[in-house]
């Protein structure tokens, strides 16, 4: 094996000292500046309601508290979706259990948290689809179907008379020679050649055995 | 001899805290005060084990490491105690400790986020065992939950203690950690920090005061219950008593006709007593919760917190225990049978507190209990079962037998009972009994488990008891 590479080698994980001496620093490890405020967020108890009313009267009254959002004081778009819209920050109607739908910043996280819990919020429930069969019927998609076509594939496409398998022989030959330990280059050969043997016949399956290749 | 100051150590000095507030949890003193951010917070609620944290404690002249889950013990229950952390585990000169050694060495850790639990359930079982057997790793770390790297690697980790010297920093300042614990004085403690009041008795006589003075006190042994007001409500806790620092409650007594358990007991304890008597008892307590729960937890906490799925209620139920409830002035001794009002109710009136707890000795008599839950380890139940069962000449002549989680509280399935007594052990008998249990209960369906299957699992739970008995062999699958 070539000195240079780390293939097949046991090498610790490059933050293990960190993670298990507890100097991993996540989000909530760094030490805040002065003055910082902590956020908590207000969940929906519904997993499928309207939102009809949120009475944040207490939660602005809740000790420590400097500021309540909630999608009323979202500016531009009430949306995070990265790719596509149906994300709310916060939404009109909750459609799982927890979504936020408003956020506290306090001056502890502690003060944050409390306040939070004091909101009123009014729901009227709906009823939630929670199957596939129904929500077929019912042509709730997450997102519209979409279709990628190129010419007219069933003209040039009459029968198909082998799917060759020359892929998944590669794969095979490949990961049966490097769990073994023969090294990369064995692994290449028995791969290549497991996928040349394939294509010689009909059919994804070998008719002789393969390990009789190297 | 009060005082309203908390006194631990931590490194190499003694740590002093005056009249902290009682609601704070040690973990948010970590890591707000401290200053210490190697222990996470998970799930708040002492399921996940990111938490943990090792407390010393001195026993018999010697320090016990504890693992304990710090996000549901508050700031006080730290008095006279060694606090280690997972940064105090690396030496000055910035080496790992061997058990954080092997974690990095055998691959233990991807996100990294539970690993600090992780390590902290390690060093324990690396300190309090010479041995490392799968069943020691696997129960130790059975409290701590990882949803990335999976348990197999940890679990190679702790092997490989078993070929590591168990010199250690701490071992090495042995001496010193013992003469700095035992400067610690052991005062009864009384904090009043705003409208926030706390109370550390160190004996009875001092509870059953404090208890005639504010009888609408709490009392805290493990917090599993009491602690969640503060973590998950988000609410004060006004007047907490916290019993485990009464020395005089901790312990096990045994004679010709019963075992008595002290109400402050940490189930740890109780379970390495219990296995040689009832061997399901122990059984049941491993799955009951982790070791950080059982460290800290008592018989007598699960009884007053009177939940429907507290594990060892069915089994005391069936094992016919009786309670001893004293207050100011009085002491009784109340059979555990009927002392369930309702959900979560007691017959444990204001002032009065759990003593001890009496759980006789049988005879001939067998015992058995088992549990259904989603998860092994760590999990809450879906329906515990408990017998006791005489025989003669192949007819039942005593019988006792309790369910958890099958209804608003631990009750005896009288009307089974009632069947069962005096019949022979005959599938007839069985069978009869089983369609009896639809007399006595009528389950609920929740996350944990329908109605139909609680029923089911029921009477499936009574009919393995007797197969086992009439096969005299263990039908079991989970130990």
Known sequence: MNSNSFVMESRPHESGTKHVSGYANYIDDIIEPEGTLYGAIGYSKKAYAIIKKLDLREVWKSEGVVSVVTSADIPGRNDVGAVHDGDPIFPKKAEYFGQPLFAVAATSTELARKAVLKAKIFYKTLKPVIDIKEALRKKLFVLKGRKIKRGDPSKKINKVTDLTGAGDLFASGFIHAFVNKMGLEKALQLGTRSAAEIIKILGARPKEKLSGLL | ?479
Do not use: W
Request: net charge positive; with cysteine.
């Open chain 2, 1 to 479: 001899m009060t005082s309203n100051t908390i006194k631990f150590i931590y490194k190499n000095e003694i740590v002093k805290i005056y009249n902290p507030d009682p609601n704070e949890t040690i973990l948010n003193y970590i890591r707000i005060k401290l200053k210490k951010t190697g222990t996470k917070e998970g799930c708040a609620e002492g399921g996940c084990g990111t938490c943990t944290i090792v407390l010393g404690e001195l026993k018999k002249g010697n320090i016990i490491y504890k693992a304990i889950n710090a996000c549901i013990a508050f700031v006080p229950t730290l008095a006279g105690k060694q606090l280690v952390l997972v940064e105090d585990l690396v030496s000055e000169d910035g080496s790992l400790h061997p058990v954080q050694e092997a974690m990095v060495n055998h691959h233990g850790s991807q996100c990294g986020f539970c690993t600090p639990g992780f390590v902290m359930s390690l060093f324990a079982m690396y300190k309090n065992h010479s041995f490392y057997e799968d069943d020691v790793i696997k129960d130790s770390i059975s409290g701590n939950l990882c949803r990335c790297t999976g348990y197999r690697p940890i679990i190679d980790a702790a092997k490989s203690l078993n070929k590591i010297s168990k010199f250690d920093f701490f071992k090495k300042n042995h001496q010193l950690f013992i003469s700095l614990l035992k400067k610690i004085k052991h005062e009864n403690i009384v904090i009043s920090n705003k409208n926030k009041k706390y109370f550390a008795p160190r004996n009875v006589n001092e509870l059953k005061k404090i208890l005639k003075q504010y009888p609408n006190s709490k009392l805290l042994s493990g917090g599993t219950d009491v602690s969640l007001v503060v973590t998950k409500e988000r609410k004060d806790l006004d007047s907490l008593i916290y019993m485990n620092s009464i020395d005089e409650l901790n312990y096990i007594k045994k004679n010709n006709n019963y075992i008595e358990v002290g109400a402050t007991t940490p189930l740890i304890d109780f379970e390495l007593f219990i296995k040689k008597y009832f061997p399901d008892f122990a059984q049941i307590l491993k799955r009951f919760g982790s070791i950080q729960i059982r460290n800290v937890c008592t018989i007598a906490g699960n009884i007053a917190t009177a939940s429907p799925i507290g594990d060892t209620l069915p089994l005391l139920l069936s094992l016919d225990s009786q309670i001893i409830i004293k207050d100011k002035d009085k002491t009784r001794i109340l059979p555990l049978n009927g002392f369930f009002i309702s959900y979560r109710k007691t017959k444990l009136k204001k002032g009065q507190f759990i003593h001890s707890i009496r759980i006789p000795l049988l005879g001939k008599n067998i015992f058995k209990a088992y549990k259904i839950s989603k998860r092994i380890d760590d999990d809450i139940s879906s329906v515990c079962a408990s017998f006791n069962v005489e025989l003669e000449n192949n007819k039942i002549k005593k019988i006792k037998v309790a369910y958890g989680g099958m209804a608003n509280i631990p009750k005896r399935a009288v009307n089974c009972e009632k069947i069962l007594l005096n019949s022979p052990l005959s599938d007839n008998t069985i069978n009869k009994a089983k369609k009896s249990l639809e007399k006595d209960f009528k389950p609920i369906t929740d996350v944990r488990a329908s109605q139909k299957y609680r029923m089911e699992i029921a009477k499936n739970l009574l009919e393995k008891c007797f197969q086992e008995i009439k096969q005299k062999k263990l039908i079991r699958i989970n130990i």
